[in-house]
């Protein structure tokens, strides 16, 4: 008997020698407390890059106007077509921009659009400051070109709205509205006159409407002054995203980051402050956050909008529809398709395709990324399907900003002096020195970067959704 104990006792000590062991070595290669808060700190702050995208952009461009002696419930304004100055992203320089910025904390907000007229007419979207577009205004709005008062209304108002006006309830305090002073040409008279337009617009607090004299709108002319909004995939990006974080409310939808983000030291009511170890970890997670985000750009291209080219709108139908609809959908929240559209663009609208459409490209007819050290032909077929106009522009490849130092960025159909083949074709280059005897069709791009190019569709017509008009892909030329 007891030779048997001893057995058994043997044989359960062999048994759990290995379980022993493996316990042990477990032990020895488990991450500290230390290592588990970095890797926390790591993954929580890439997915909080991806998650903020819209949010920081809107705040950046903010941030830029305020620098220049803007404040909210103002208007930004371009007296001149947008030039390289303008580092906001895909901005059009073949427009002249009106931007009011508004905060719904003191109250209801009023934006007046003027009736359209003969050669003259807006071509507006109002977002919040998530870029949820509230309506669109002007001939492709809900004005329909008579013009109106559209009144911006803060989170949760409940009191009636007063006749006459045409109600826009945002779910955030901030936003911006993108007002397009349609061009006819790019001529000075109609630079003037398309100015002049915009600046009938009005833009003030409900509470001053009945102000004696009327209310006043302040215009404060940003042209040709550095507005700097790009995307820096740093620890400033955190920074930027405190700063919005304090001054909105939070979405329901979004409520899952509120413990995220206090893990990386942003918390509604206190101040950011991270230390010199946590703001390289930051630095480091928006670095792969632009490596995630730049992945998705390259794979929404894919099916091009034209068969066998590689224009695309980049943007994926569940994000469109999404954005257009605030999320409504309970079962859908792409923000990783989110973040790849406000890494590289700024606005929605709420009805894509009516007052305007875009198609962008970052590969010439080879296949090949574009090079601003060599040279291209855009080949533009005759009936561009468009109402007001068309136009093609180069941005940086990586910033997406337009290029910098740059005499112009882009030419169309409203260019002074753009060259047309008998048959109203038109062909545009792209490199950085003008083919001989071709200036006037030519877009300057830099030796040293990679480009990309956004064409414009405004007052897209029927045959471009029938796709009976065909835009070919970039050609190399020697």
Request: charged residues 20%.
């Amino acid at each position: 008997m007891k030779a048997l104990l001893l057995s058994i006792a043997m044989s359960s000590t062999l048994a759990l020698a290995p379980v022993a062991a493996w316990s042990a070595d477990a032990a020895a290669q488990a991450p500290s407390p230390k290592d588990i808060q970095q890797r926390t700190v790591a993954r929580r702050a890439t997915e909080a890059v991806i998650w903020g995208m819209p949010a920081v952009n809107y705040q950046l461009m903010q941030d830029a106007f305020e620098q220049l002696q803007g404040g909210m419930n103002q208007v930004a304004y371009w007296s001149r077509p947008v030039n390289w100055k303008d580092q906001t992203l895909t901005p059009n320089p073949d427009t002249i921009y009106f931007m009011p910025f508004y905060d719904t904390r003191i109250g209801p907000v009023v934006m007046e659009i003027p009736p359209a007229e003969e050669g003259a007419s807006i071509t507006g979207s109002v977002d919040d400051s998530w870029q949820n577009a509230l309506e669109d205004v002007g001939p492709a709005g809900v004005d329909k070109g008579k013009g109106g008062k559209y009144l911006i209304l803060p989170p949760g108002y409940k009191d009636k709205v007063p006749a006459g006006y045409i109600p826009m309830a945002s779910d955030t305090y901030r936003g911006f509205a993108i007002l397009r002073s349609n061009l006819k040409s790019g001529s000075d008279a109609d630079i003037d006159k398309a100015v002049a337009y915009g600046k009938r617009v009005k833009f003030y607090p409900l509470s001053a409407a009945n102000k004696s004299g009327g209310p006043d709108t302040k215009f404060v002319d940003v042209y040709d002054k550095p507005f700097d909004a790009t995307i820096p995939y740093d620890s400033r990006f955190f920074e930027a995203l405190n700063r919005f974080v304090q001054a909105e409310p939070w979405a329901t939808r979004d409520k899952a980051m509120i413990d995220m983000l206090k893990s990386l030291g942003i918390e509604k009511g206190k101040p950011f402050n991270p230390s010199a170890e946590t703001r390289q970890a930051l630095d480091a997670a928006a670095l792969e956050a632009k490596a995630a985000i730049d992945l998705g750009y390259e794979q929404v291209f894919v099916p091009p909008f034209f068969d066998n080219t590689h224009w695309a709108l980049p943007a994926a139908q569940e994000t469109l529809a999404g954005m257009m609809t605030t999320f409504s959908n309970p079962d859908s929240y792409p923000i990783d398709g989110r973040a790849v559209i406000y890494s590289m663009a700024y606005f929605s609208t709420k009805h894509l395709g009516t007052g305007q459409f875009y198609l962008l490209t970052i590969k010439d007819a080879q296949g090949k990324r574009m090079d601003g050290g060599k040279n291209y032909r855009l080949h533009v077929p005759p009936k561009v399907p468009v109402r007001l106009y068309w136009s093609v522009t180069a941005y940086d490849g990586e910033t997406h900003a337009l290029i910098r130092n740059m005499r112009w960025a882009s030419r169309g159909s409203n260019t002074p002096g753009l060259q047309t083949n008998a048959d109203g074709s038109v062909d545009i280059y792209f490199g950085a020195k003008a083919p001989n005897g071709k200036e006037a069709n030519w877009v300057p791009t830099d030796p040293a970067r990679p480009f990309e190019l956004l064409f414009r569709f405004y007052g897209p017509e029927k045959a471009f959704f029938d796709k009976a008009w065909k835009l070919t892909d970039l050609e190399p030329q020697p």
